[in-house]
């Protein structure tokens, strides 16, 4: 491929579908990913471009002539190209938004009205609009006018004489259907609208729950103002999914693995700084039994394992409740039948995993004082890190913080501080 | 809700949509949970067990009569069908397939003769299909005899004579394009068919890159076989979403978050124990330096900290490591550069790190020599925790271990060994 035969990579490109390239070029090392952009033919740039992440697209988008951006801005959808300006530093972004023509500039702007993370940013123009009082007959000889209908069409959205959304007319209707019934009578008044203040998380258990393609978004007094497309709910629940995974690791979502070595470095420098504000709280607890640890050193050697088994069960019940809270599975009404159980299964792994770890202490150092107080250590650590793993994510929630990124911290301080205070605190007091 | 008002409840869960009901289902503690099942009516139940997690609807069917879980079989997809019976006990599966129409039982035994996660066990019958030679007039009266299309039906799927896949011609086509055009002429030859032996990611990426609502599957003599549906696609995202953030905490993606505590113990102590040989591990690298902890208990009490910054430092790059292995973006092409990147970024972060940690070390013991180890262990755990953090994952691919499995235990035995061994075995070198 890199035989400096660019002509025929050219060629073989101009084949490719956007969705591709946009891989092929995220899974490439900076350097040959501009390389490989020169060579994509503008027709193609738009839609590249938004299917890439934001770190990778903004990087190209800087080595780009204003007039090259502004030209693909004007065949994106104005979703995308909303999210793309909004990414862009200022002046970039001014000057693009001068020469975009009035109807795309004045779409863009209703975008940019409603605030990040809502329907109303996710959705797009290109909407193929009915009256309900016409029949079939005429919305065929209307479609007939297209030449091609956009992507995820699944059905043309029903408008009154006001622009007031009535429902969806689908296009199996259109072709199964008698064409001399008027669309109000076929249509799906079902198809329920959204709302343009809608949170983007609901918008996607929306379409998961009524297996939409395409749904119409609506103002407050019900005027149709666009439609969201599948694609774009997919893009979400991909970006949620790896939220929830490099959340908790300080990561950010859109991180592109090929991003230069500072940008990275400084990004997982931030996490490891927080994360060593933990560590040293735990280590100042050990601090408190200096005196204990030096009479008996085999205590040094076993609080590892009473603070990581309690960091393990704690991040399980964590997850669990991150992905229920996410899911809106947990509500009111169950919390507290979830913190119970939660605990329950504490106290069972506790007083199993405390005779198991209780024995192996003993054949090792046979002791059997040391061998009944990690068994206390641990059970106490279990319970508690079940008892946080529910209630950090909750509390989190309340206060308006994401747990997916600070839940797992504050569980290991907790565990980490519990378990070494749980174990020495309590060899302090039965042992010396 | 609960105010024992059956009978409207009943007439109000009639209204619900299945994916609604799901949900419902799920966000409720066992016993309800049957309740509310009871009132749901049987044309309702098909629908509704497919959208359920499996731990879910395996804990219904158990309570349902034979003949009616075998009515609300023959309404489902067939790969919803195919999905369920194998996750059934021998014999209830055995007298639910025995009771199927012969078509059905047919279909279903095509779908499980593919190996799980292929293609072939994702695609549905539900296709329409239209012949090549023929003109668009006839297959809109060929549409006009349906009541109704089945769901994500964006496409009739093109074949020629003897049921070779030829491509697919989109309804929007059927819509615009003049009537007496022959479907050969108008029909999308570009949009491929999948293979059925395809494995089930790869069938996502192509969903994803291709913008596909439904898909063709062809055995490898390119007879049209079903099709997939994007609902299907979308349920595989979710559950790798859910298997990469759940299956690090040995959870398993299809957990009910309302199962029996027994049933939820066993499941975590498994991970448990396994986490415990760590543990032991890192406990008997300590036990190897007792002598030197016994003479400076400093050491004692600094010691979580180096090993914690590896873990976190580690789990960073396994968990882009793992993204990109799943997102295809790591070849062996790239895998070397990316290799390095990591480990620049661990002896960056290491250097830093390794100076503040110091510092604080010494204003916490004033003891130049502590202060040194320290930064000589943590630069050293970076380094390596960098270097497994891209190691493991790409060794346990090649393995064909999943990496969300075990990456994450690998990893911390190895950061907590490497964390334990530098500091006290520089300390015990330099400082005795």
Known sequence: LEQQDYDQLRLLLDQTHPGQLADLLEAMPPKKRRQLWDLISESQEAETLAFLHDEVRNSLIEEMQPEEVVAAAEQMDVNDLAYMIEELPEHIRQSIEEKLSDEIREHLETNLSFEEGTAGRLMSQDVITVRNDVTLEVVLRYLKLHEDLPEYTDGLMVIDREGFYQGKLLLNTVLTRNKNLLVKEVMNSQHQAILATTDEHDVTLFFEQFHFI????????????????????????????DHALMGREGLDEEEDLFAPVINSTKRRTVWLGINLITAFLAAWVIGMYTDTLDKIVALAVLMPIVASMGGIAGSQTLTLTIRGLALDQITSGNRFWLARKEVMIGILNGMLWAVVIAFLSWVWFQDAGISLVIAAAITINLIAAAASGIAIPLILERMRIDPALSGAVILTTVTDVVGFMSFLGLATYFLL
Chains 1, 2 share one sequence.
């Open 214 to 241: 395409s749904a119409a978004v609506v103002d407050e007094n019900n005027l149709l103002l666009g439609r969201i497309k599948l694609d774009d709910v997919i893009q979400i629940l991909r970006a949620e999914a």
